[in-house]
């Protein structure tokens, strides 16, 4: 079995445990049996054991959302109404329950790193799919920024009992509206002497060249 597969194969099989174990190593140790893989194997496949398998799964989610969104679903969309398709997507993905649990794993301190890597991770997927360019300190921003839209809405969602999860969607609108205004005042600023002036300092700041260099770089 490629390892791709057998990775795959271990995080559908651990759905089938998390809603009663969580990310635990019982659920690795029930989904490594139920997959057909080896202990030693999924020991390689996630080294940390249960926080790695859950998060392999947060991973595998978003690159769904990317292959989603390279279809034509996007096509016709203004700005704002893609970035909040991409959401969309990524919750139409998720196992709620998956979620609900590594959401109580990640608050853990110990694991407190890993959760805030992982919405990270989702709201950067989500600018990169959308292509986005930016080199300086909007680079952090806007994901910084994004990724308070979606953990909200991953809250919000958690709790939603709406049909068809409009009231999750609704709630999404208002948020993404709320984002869009900060970036209209922004561009306002842009020609201002003193925003310039004011912004001056943070002109050093660059995007990480590469997922290794994170926080950033300088010139």
């Known amino acids: 079995m490629e390892t791709t597969d057998a990775k795959n194969a271990v995080i559908d099989a651990a759905l089938a445990h998390v809603a009663f174990d969580g990310w635990s190593e019982a659920t690795l140790r029930a989904a490594l049996a139920d997959a057909g ?3 030693g194997l999924g020991r390689a496949l996630f080294p940390r054991g249960a926080v790695d398998l859950a998060l392999a799964y947060h991973w595998r989610g978003d690159a769904r959302m990317v292959e989603r969104a390279a279809g034509n679903e996007l096509d016709g969309l203004r700005y704002s109404e893609k970035v909040a398709a991409l959401i969309r997507f990524r919750l139409e993905e998720a196992d709620r329950e998956a979620v609900r649990r590594g959401s109580t794993l990640f608050a853990l301190p110990q694991h407190a790193g890993d959760g805030a890597r992982a ?13 986005d360019t930016s080199d300086d300190v909007n680079w952090y921003t806007k994901r910084a920024t994004l990724s308070g839209v979606y953990a909200a809405t991953v809250l919000f969602w958690l709790g939603d009992d709406s049909a068809g999860n409009q009231a999750t969607w609704d709630f999404l609108d208002r948020r993404i509206a709320g984002v869009m205004r900060i970036e209209m005042v922004k561009a306002k600023c842009a020609g201002n002497p003193l925003a310039k002036a004011m912004a ?20």
């Not at 919405?119 to 292509?131: E, K, N, P, R």
């Not at 995007?207 to 010139?219: E, K, L, N, V, Y």
């Open 37 to 39: 893989v080896s202990p």
């Open 119 to 131: 919405v990270w991770h989702t709201a950067d997927s989500i600018w990169q799919a959308l292509g």
């Open 200 to 219: 001056a300092p943070l002109s050093w700041i660059r995007a990480p060249r590469t997922s290794q260099d994170m926080p950033g770089r300088t010139q």
